[in-house]
């Protein structure tokens, strides 16, 4: 069964820092990946996904992710976060050509902003 | 945003007690899912249909059942509630032809004292 590592619980950055969350995947083949941001009391929107092709991938609110498959990585990043940026972010799985059968996340990592 | 809605937003109930959660959509998305998202576990997928009355379990069914007798409409039962169901309740959506994309609603927020 495929599963989904996020390294870090939390991860605080400066206000126009860089960012980075990891993400590791476990799976025989190429998965479906996927970010999505969750805010306080919000339900969970997606960010970006990757299925094929090229491997830097760009999604809303300026982030993009990285797919290597040599890391079993989907490394979410962004140049310069805003203080809107703090939430709970989850990387998510499917196995290829299903998914249909649901999505294995993450645990998830806190952002937080610091000014 | 994608036309999905759950009821009740937030519930309080008693251990042993039934418990119903609604997920509706207006998308005419084949596919439904119920997750719960627990502190340090994320999500986990709870059951999912892929039609009207074609139901699957997912990874942590026990304790719970669905039923779809609507394509617009996923209902999620805790037959008899108990305290560790507390969590959060999200249904998400998805459509065939692109089945891994899963969009979410907004959340139900359950305490079972």
């Known amino acids: 069964a495929q599963s989904v590592t996020q390294p870090d619980i939390h991860i605080t950055v400066s206000e126009g820092a860089s960012l980075e969350l990891r993400c590791n995947y476990s799976?025989?083949?190429?998965?479906?990946l996927f970010w999505y941001v969750q805010s306080p009391g919000q339900g969970l929107q997606l960010l970006l996904k990757?299925?094929?092709?090229?491997?830097l991938v760009q999604g809303i609110k300026g982030f993009e992710a990285e797919f290597k498959r040599s890391q079993s990585s989907f490394n979410l990043r962004k140049p310069s976060v805003h203080w809107s940026d703090a939430a709970e972010y989850f990387c998510?799985?499917?196995?290829?050509?299903?998914?249909?059968?649901?999505?294995?996340f993450g645990k998830g990592t806190h952002l937080i902003i610091q000014p | 945003d994608a036309g999905i809605t759950q009821s009740p937003r937030h519930k309080v109930t008693e251990t042993g007690t039934p418990v119903t959660l609604r997920c509706h959509q207006t998308?005419?998305?084949?596919?439904m899912y119920w997750y719960r998202q627990d502190p340090g576990h994320g999500l986990r997928l709870i059951h999912y249909?892929?039609?009207?009355?074609?139901?699957d379990k997912g990874e942590v069914s026990d304790g719970y059942s669905v039923s779809r007798s609507k394509t617009e409409d996923f209902l999620l039962t805790l037959e008899s509630a108990t305290s560790s169901q507390t969590s959060v309740y999200f249904c998400?959506?998805?459509?065939?032809?692109?089945?891994?994309?899963?969009?979410f609603g907004p959340g139900t927020r359950l305490l079972v004292l």
């Open positions: 998510a799985v499917a196995v290829l050509g299903g998914g249909a059968d649901g999505l294995t």
């Open positions: 249909s892929y039609g009207v009355k074609d139901t």
């Open positions: 998400a959506i998805s459509e065939p032809t692109s089945p891994e994309t899963q969009y």
């Open positions: 998308e005419n998305h084949r596919y």
């Open positions: 990757y299925f094929s092709g090229d491997t």
């Open positions: 799976y025989g083949a190429t998965p479906y």
